[in-house]
Nanobody, 130 residues
């Protein structure tokens, strides 16, 4: 069974920074789409950032562009989400996700939605106070 183990997160004041990490139990250095999602109680899960690991192509939702950065350390097989200039509205439970993407065309179907991802992390809370 594939596992994604998350770490990082916590509480920070507005304007601060946090880094989330996600370590999959399978090699995702190639042929995978990976993403970070967030969810607040009562709302739908929202995609925040995505990466296609064959090309390190990245995509961000508008609300985090210029503030968040998704990256992968292939040697460590670890996915990161660096979050800077945090705002109270970034407060949520954050999840990493992964799915096999053997073709470049797979990436476009994995950007924007969570239904195409088969593997999920356990979630980590990020709280930003004003």
């Amino acid at each position: 069974q594939v596992q994604l183990v998350q770490s990082g997160g916590g509480s920070v004041q507005a304007g601060g920074s946090l880094r989330l990490s996600c370590v999959p139990s399978i090699d995702t250095a190639r042929d995978h789409c990976m993403g970070w999602f967030r969810q607040v109680p009562g709302k739908k899960r929202e995609g925040v950032a995505y990466i296609y690991t064959n090309e390190d192509t990245t995509t961000y939702t508008d609300s985090v562009k210029g503030r968040f950065a998704i990256s992968q350390d292939k040697a460590k097989n670890t996915l990161y989400l660096q979050m800077n200039s945090l705002k109270p509205e970034d407060t949520a439970m954050y999840y990493c996700a992964a799915d096999p993407c053997p073709y470049a065309s797979d990436y476009s179907t994995h950007v924007g939605g969570s239904d195409d991802y088969n593997y999920w992390g356990q979630g980590t809370q990020v709280t930003v106070s004003s």
